[in-house]
């Protein structure tokens, strides 16, 4: 009789995990965790931190000058990852050969895959962009190489400036410098950073959308259903383009991550080790006083010592890149000394997709980026200790609550399903994100 009972009642058990309606039993890790969330939001817990879905435009943080639409995400998905768009390289043989998205593609997280972003003068692709290399053939004044990490565009919509130092966006972080828009007139048009980037970044990159390429490559019927009050004259133009690839930007977020099904009430989405990260996350690791809100990224600069490109063999260092500036960081756009070697707080989502981290790209693992933060021994000898940052080299993490805490950003902070963002095909009918011949082979694209 024991024995028919234990199984009715396992049978019952069984029963109820299977249905539907059964809701898992929160365990003192998630209860824990509740409470830190509640208290690093002042009160508000998980809704704080939760991202929307990417076509709930209105609870998407957008520019007031650029209301996201469904019909422009449709043109800047196409746009983003359209090597049709390198109009303008300096080398004719490099016409397109290149996107937005050789710097900025989904299987890296939105990144480049590689420690210095390259468009114009990269052949190549890999596997997920790690293969790009200079095309030899091209001569190094000619090349389109970054001086600095190519920061994502995941989870943008929660930045009102853009770049490591925040020079572009005429609003909010920015009131203020005014002064220093000298090189950026593109923010007298009153935009926020992902508009004002996406404007800017055509001319930087060598990028033409014009009449002409909206005609030739087939994209009129989507900017006309994208900018139906813009008149005609003035509707295929680089700024709405870059309009229209601002609101593609918005929509792209990490809201499939293990973390964000979490807060959505599936208490099994992350392990029981990827929970203790996210207390040491919230609470000893002090992660969360920058890394806050939805994206994980406030909208402050912090010096944490990290290394830069022009004192590393690894690094391609161009005589105009202005390095003196470039490693001020925030300083070196504000010119305000209490700024320098700053840099904005990057978010976390899908970072271990890129490979290479802090502005420098100094680092090649999540677990060595927190273990330098935890011993707090800066890597640039030119940063003053002044300038560091308070959380630098004052966690006291143990190796265990290091690798729990790597366990967390790695897996529960990564979306896999960053794809769904990325276009099947072109209007142009080109190969992406790049369209040089070795790209071609190893996208499949011959």
Known sequence: MKKILFFVAGALIVASCNNDDYTPIASSLDLELEDLLIEASNGEGKSFFTLPESD????????????????????????????????????????????????????????????????????????????????????QENLDIQPIKSPTVLNVAYQDVMLWNGQFGATGTNAGTEANWTNIPENNLGFQGIEVQA???????????????????????????????????????KQNAALAIAAYERT???????????????????????????????????????????ALNDKNFYAFGMGDFDNSSQAMVLDEAGFSNVKKGRGGFTQNSEDDYKFKTPTLYNIIDNGFYGHGGTFTSVKDVIRYKNNGVPESSEVPPTQLAPQFGATNLTDEEMNDLTAFIENGLRDPNLRRYVPETLNSGFCFPNNDAESRVDLGCE
């Open 56 to 139: 709930d435009f209105s609870n998407i943080p957008q520019d007031p000058l650029n209301p996201i639409t469904a019909e422009k995400v449709a043109l800047g998905k196409l746009l983003m990852h359209e090597t049709g768009t390198a109009g303008n390289p300096q080398i004719t043989e490099m016409k397109d050969t290149y996107s937005c998205a050789s710097c900025h593609q989904a299987d890296a997280g939105f990144a480049a895959s590689l420690r210095q972003g390259l468009g114009e003068g990269g052949m190549g692709f890999g596997i997920k962009g790690e293969g790009r290399i200079v095309n030899p053939e091209v001569p």
């Open 199 to 237: 404007i800017k970044g055509q001319d930087v990159h060598r990028l033409l959308i014009d009449e002409e390429f909206v005609n030739g490559h087939g994209y009129k019927a989507l900017f006309d259903a994208a900018f139906p009050d813009s008149p005609e004259s003035e509707r295929y133009t």
């Open 252 to 294: 792209l977020l990490a809201n499939q991550s293990p973390w964000q099904q979490w807060l959505n009430g599936d208490l099994q989405a992350l392990n029981n080790t990827e929970k203790r990260g996210a207390v040491v996350f919230f609470d000893k690791g002090r992660c969360y006083e920058c890394h806050t809100g939805p």
